[in-house]
């Protein structure tokens, strides 16, 4: 399995955080599996102050490619995203449409 990590920013207000992590702590089912259909084995995100951080496990069939072509034929991942939308931002050097930004591994423990 390939590992791979993304940062982004939730909008700073107290109560959306709030809102945010309510609705994490049961995904919809559709996005469950959409997530699991596209060769994602296990996938985490963490909070600090107002950054997440999100730690994706894939499988050898996965490709962002394939990713972001059944997220876009899928209306619920559409509406889930237009959703989570409401309470997250870019990061400060994000591109335009750019959400959610793969981060660059730089250290490695156990090689």
Not at 41 to 46: K, T, V
Not at 49 to 66: G, P, Q, T, W, Y
Request: aromatic residues 14%; neutral net charge.
């Amino acid at each position: 399995m390939k590992r791979f990590c993304f940062a982004l920013d939730l909008i700073d207000n107290k109560k959306l955080i709030e809102i945010y992590k309510k609705y994490h702590e049961k995904i919809w089912p559709e996005i469950t599996a959409s997530i699991k259909d596209v060769g994602i084995g296990d996938l985490e995100i963490y909070l600090v102050a107002n950054r997440l951080f999100m730690i994706m496990e894939v499988n050898d069939d996965f490709s962002f490619e394939k990713k972001a072509k059944m997220d876009k034929e899928n209306p619920k991942v559409q509406e889930w995203e237009t959703l989570m939308w409401k309470y997250q931002q870019k990061l400060p050097f994000a591109k335009e449409g750019e959400k959610w930004i793969l981060m660059e591994k730089i250290f490695e423990l156990e090689k």
